[in-house]
């Protein structure tokens, strides 16, 4: 239509209506895998809120760039995210071996994580 909505709802521009090309989808997302990017700067209010969406998106999510900038997570937010990458919550016998298993990026700059979850993050690596 007149206002180029049609081109992006059908994922040909972005929401400003510039055009996009395919290789812009293909960074963000796959057919085969599914969403590869997930950039929330500055989205989270609290720590616990790192650990929701980590649950939401589930251990076989296949992210491979996961970019939490600037959310003030501190330690809390990072306890809650290595014991989620170290499969904490999974049970024994489940068939899952590794947990978010194509993530290859892990962004988590202006956090404020402190000695602690710096040390918790760094032994989980």
Known sequence: DEYGDDDYLEGNSDMFGNTKSSGDNEKYYSKEF???VLHLG???KNPEAVGLLLNGLGPMCPVREFSLTSNNIGSEGVHQIVDFLQ???IP???KIKQVMPYLDRLDLSNNRLGNEGLKKLTSAI
Do not use: F, P
């Open 34 to 36: 599914g969403l590869q």
């Open 42 to 44: 500055s989205a989270m």
């Open 87 to 89: 499969g904490k919550d």
């Open 92 to 94: 024994k016998n489940s």
